[in-house]
């Protein structure tokens, strides 16, 4: 009796495995890439009931975050302002600034029903996530770090994943972000702006003494000795600074000082986030 199917079909299961096998990986791939925050959160832009734009309040006008934001230095939730916030400014009997701008009604129509703006909310913190806003801003993480560029943008939009991979980077790593905190709103920031005679003069205003900022440059471990010819004064400390790091100011020098006077030492574990 005649084979009833062709020699070529002898090879199809294989085939057809190497193919579910191809169709697999590139499953795998685009739910890596694709099924992220990164991918799906930042550069979301939703908009808002009332036209706000932080890049005139903020980036021009100068309004500092917390003016706004104002329990965001001793709660762990950043509160979205009141109604009152902004009638304080435009609402008629309070202010001159377009007080009769149709593109403030609704402002004025919450300041007479008591009934808040329900805005519509941009960054998300999953249910599962534990996340304290007064921990990293009282420590030098500031708005930007997590926000972006706020004081550019006309509308708010998502800027970082804020993902669990995200946020490891930064707690591995808190030097790279860590900033003064007289530093925080400033939303303009950059290490090379600070004048090193004054960091160090606030970091001995602080209490910190010689010998540990000087560890801290020589990268040594506090605990450890330092050699004879160590700086013992602060001026040679400045001196030190200034040949370790050359003669503007980086963000690896803030950070390091910081990161160890301050103690910052971030959960590295599943407990810091998910309690």
């Avoid at 008629?92 to 300041?111: H, N, T």
Wanted: positive net charge; aromatic residues 8%.
């Amino acid at each position: 009796m005649g084979n009833l199917f062709p020699r070529w079909t002898n090879w199809l299961p294989l085939k057809l495995a190497v193919c579910l096998g191809f169709v697999g990986i590139g499953a795998v791939v685009g739910a890596t890439y694709y099924l992220t925050p990164k991918y799906y959160r930042v550069g979301y832009e939703p908009t808002q009931p009332v036209p706000f734009s932080h890049k005139k309040h903020v980036g021009e006008v100068g309004l500092d975050c917390r003016y706004c934001h104002s329990f965001v230095e001793v709660s762990s939730h950043s509160n979205v302002p009141t109604n009152q916030t902004c009638y304080n400014c435009h609402g008629p009997d309070k202010g001159q600034i377009k007080k009769e701008s149709e593109k403030l009604a609704m402002v004025r129509d919450a300041d007479k029903t008591g009934i808040p703006i329900q805005w519509t909310k941009v960054h998300r913190t999953p249910d599962f996530a534990y996340f304290n806003h007064s921990v990293h801003v009282n420590r030098g993480v500031s708005c930007q770090n997590c926000h972006g560029q706020i004081n550019e943008m006309e509308v708010v939009k998502q800027a970082e994943p804020h993902s669990m991979g995200w946020c490891l980077d930064c707690h591995r790593n808190p030097e790279n972000k860590l900033r003064p905190l007289d530093q925080i709103t400033n939303l303009t920031y950059k290490p090379e702006q600070l004048n090193r005679d004054t960091f160090y003069a606030s970091l001995k205003d602080k209490g910190i003494k010689e010998d540990q900022v000087v560890k801290t440059l020589l990268g040594l471990k506090q605990e450890d000795s330092l050699p004879a010819d160590a700086p013992k004064d602060w001026g040679k400390v400045v001196e030190l600074a200034a040949k370790t790091y050359g003669p503007m100011v980086t963000q690896k020098e803030v950070g390091t000082q910081l990161k160890d006077h301050w103690r910052v030492a971030p959960p590295e574990t599943c407990a810091a986030c998910h309690r």
